[in-house]
């Protein structure tokens, strides 16, 4: 059994940890935040993810936490799980690697450096580089990027569609590959570079599918098509396959849209203009404000004094994560046109909605005199809010449903205005005290 140091207790980290310590391993996990080492000293995850708190548990004398970076020095495997935000010029953001780089302790014999959060290309050449400059150049370096979801982390973690392993040197990659062996993945093997390149390729890839069903969706609206059908009978052809589909207001969440960003940025950095990934960032931004047009459908062009009730704020179901939620881009839309917004999630730290917005415990409480309900997150909590208590309790019984979680026809027969997203729409949908359609209509 090897001992592994991870550098980061963010959802990557934590999951790495977590699921290597289930593995047999001994693992220091060190994090710079000393509210978070302290919740994971103590036992608790300081998120929401499934399974990680049983693993926690279970593996607890094999898993260490600390501030101090001096523990890793023993590590055969020092795992980089720190998180690359986005610059304001949308490259990524990796100072915080830097750091551990620079950090990094005399180490006590000869390990593998393992980089697992997302980098532009040529990152590893610069580290390689980096550590050779520090006198590091006994250490090895491998790129191994994390495919995970978050959600459904630690079952990614444990059976991965494949481990991507790029090396300089194919002793560093073995072992490396010796780490996952007992997943049984396909281990695809290359150099730093192309590894780099299948995670920012694989994540364009997928919101590429977001965006192309979203378009899709819109113009099902336009002309009578239903999109939940449609995707059905595109998904099913083996050529496409049914994953990543499902229309709705957008991805968010902290991958999509940086990772999205930083390849752009990489690709304009050396001189290629990559439209079509232009055209899915920009696909996705349009598509969270279409929820307003269909809003201003059914309430009229004005919405200040209009109640709207955001249901779900995490970027998806079950995960607190509200990085780049479509929800916040929402709720300041909402907020800007005037409206009262008023918003609940069952976990999501509401706080990090913009200023204004109202936050409820409770569904019930949260559409309470509202005028429109809009499925931001698709909790399963949510599956039945077209029930005759929500229409009697709400002001103007609208459900948009951003996610196409309910069905159509028994929202309608329970006598609710709905839209979803790329939906037929029904005239009947509009409630007659609607003072003005908006354009949207005609679109
Ligand atoms: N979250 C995901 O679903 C996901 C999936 C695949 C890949 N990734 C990539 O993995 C990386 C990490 O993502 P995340 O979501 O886990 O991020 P995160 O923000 O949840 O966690 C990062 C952690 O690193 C810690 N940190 C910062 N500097 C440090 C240092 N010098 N030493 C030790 N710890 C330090 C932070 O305090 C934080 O706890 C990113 O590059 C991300 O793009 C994320």
């Not at 990090?352 to 109202?358: I, T």
């Not at 709400?394 to 028994?410: C, H, Q, Y």
Request: net charge negative; charged share 25%; proline share 5%.
């Amino acid at each position: 059994m090897s001992r592994v140091g991870i550098f980061g207790a963010g959802w990557v980290g934590l999951v790495t940890g977590v699921c290597f310590a289930e593995l047999g391993h001994d693992v220091v996990i060190r994090d710079v935040v000393p509210e978070k080492i302290e919740a994971l000293r103590a036992g608790r995850v300081p998120f929401v993810e499934d399974d990680v708190p049983e693993l926690l548990e279970k593996n607890r004398e094999r898993l260490t936490f600390t501030l101090d970076v001096r523990d890793v020095a023993a590590s055969d495997f020092l795992f980089i799980c720190v998180d690359t935000p986005p610059t304001h010029s949308g490259d990524a953001d990796l100072s915080r690697v830097w750091t551990v780089v620079d950090e990094l302790p005399e180490l006590e014999g000869r390990s593998v450096l393992v980089m697992k959060s997302t980098v532009p290309v040529g990152t590893g050449e610069k580290v390689r580089a980096g550590l050779n400059d520090r006198g590091l150049g006994q250490l090895g370096y491998v790129s191994n990027p994390e495919f995970l979801a978050e959600g459904n982390a630690v079952r990614d973690f444990m059976q991965p569609d494949r481990v991507v392993i790029g090396a300089f040197e194919a002793d560093d990659a073995g072992q490396v590959a010796s780490l996952y062996e007992p997943l049984e993945a396909p281990i695809v093997r290359c150099d730093v570079n192309s590894a780099e390149m299948i995670k920012l390729a694989a994540n364009a890839f997928l919101m590429t599918r977001i965006s192309f069903i979203n378009e899709i969706a819109n113009v099902c609206e336009a002309t009578g098509a239903d999109v939940v059908k449609v995707a059905e009978g595109v998904g099913l052809d083996h050529r496409l396959g049914p994953h990543f589909l499902r229309a709705g207001i957008g991805y968010g969440g902290s991958c999509f849209p940086k990772d999205s960003l930083a390849l752009k940025q990489l690709a304009s950095n050396s001189g290629y203009h990559f439209q079509l990934l232009s055209a899915v960032i920009e696909v996705n931004e349009l598509q969270k404000r279409r929820v307003i047009g269909k809003l201003k459908r059914h309430l009229g062009q004005q919405l200040a004094g209009k109640t709207v009730t955001l249901l779900g704020l995490a970027f998806k179901p079950q995960t607190d994560d509200m990085r780049e939620a479509p929800s916040i881009v929402l709720a300041a839309r909402l907020l800007a046109e005037g409206a009262d917004v008023r918003a609940w999630d069952p976990v999501a730290d509401g706080e990090k909605l913009p200023k204004g917005v109202e936050i409820f415990g409770s569904v019930a409480e949260a559409v309470r005199g509202a005028h429109a309900a809009v499925i931001v997150t698709e909790w399963p909590e949510l599956r039945g809010l077209a029930s005759p208590e929500t229409r009697a309790a709400m002001a103007n019984p609208l459900i948009v449903d951003g996610r196409n979680l309910l069905d159509p026809e028994e929202a309608r027969r329970a006598g609710f205005a709905y839209e979803g997203i790329g939906r037929r729409v029904r005239e009947t949908d509009v409630l007659p005290e609607t003072p003005e359609p908006s354009v949207e209509r005609a679109v």
